[in-house]
């Protein structure tokens, strides 16, 4: 692998607009949610004429933005409705105040959720992801170990939030492989499940439906047999004893 990074422009990044982003609400392993606020706005009087237009502008500003008020970053807003017939002017400030209200889609991510990214580029001893076509993520490894998972631009990636990290409304991600690595693929959506065939975001019930040796998960199975049939042997044997001494 060379230490130079590979990127490709086919990977850029790319705001969903408001129906994309509440349609991703509903995967897995996506952090997202969506909140529904009621704000006051700034405008300038140029949009006197046009407070619609305004309100827009304003609230796109908040776009892959950090937001410590929603705690997260906004992908899309919609649904904008205004509360009130008239603007308030406060003091002398050069701006009308109009309240709204309006839904954000957010992304919230937390350390130990997992999240699904496409590998964007891959470096000596790291490789970068991108996550809703908008996030930036980071897993560093050892050069040996990275050069085992054979990383190709363009693949999907599971993976667990490690760090999150917000300086000047910017994000940053760092992450750790998910525990499927080791059965020697990287797992996407679609094939990291629960013991019971559903999605988790909880790492520690996750496995991989198509990982693994059949054999090895087959003598698991005849072990926990043979224990179980082990206890229920020991447990009958205390029960004749106990009958014994009544008698």
Do not use: W
Request: glycine fraction near 8%; charge should be positive; include cysteine.
């Amino acid at each position: 692998m060379a230490d130079e990074c590979e990127e490709t422009n086919d990977y850029r990044v790319h705001a969903p607009d408001f129906g994309e982003a509440k349609k991703l609400c509903n995967g897995q392993y996506t952090c997202l949610n969506v909140q529904q606020r009621v704000e006051e706005i700034l405008l300038p009087y140029r949009f006197l004429s046009n407070v619609y237009d305004g309100i827009t502008a304003t609230l796109k500003e908040k776009n892959l933005v950090y937001c410590h008020q929603l705690a997260g970053v906004v992908l899309a807003f919609g649904n904008v409705h205004l509360l009130q017939d008239q603007a308030k002017v406060v003091d002398e400030l050069p701006v009308l105040v109009v309240k709204v209200q309006v839904e954000y889609v957010v992304f919230k991510p937390t350390v130990g959720s997992t999240l699904i990214g496409v590998v964007t580029r891959i470096g000596a001893d790291y490789f970068g992801l991108l996550v809703h076509q908008c996030i930036n993520a980071s897993i560093h490894l050892k050069k040996k170990k990275l050069i085992g998972l054979q990383l190709q631009v363009g693949k999907n990636v599971a993976f667990l939030v490690k760090t999150v990290y917000t300086e000047d409304g910017l994000l940053s991600i760092g992450g750790k492989l998910h525990q499927s690595h080791k059965t020697g693929s990287i797992p996407n959506e679609g094939n990291v499940r629960d013991t019971k065939g559903k999605t988790t975001d909880s790492p520690s019930e996750i496995i991989i439906s198509n990982g693994g040796n059949d054999d090895n998960r087959n003598n698991g199975s005849l072990k926990r047999k043979k224990d179980k049939k082990k206890d229920q042997a020991g447990k009958k044997a205390k029960k004749k004893m106990k009958l014994d001494k009544s008698k």
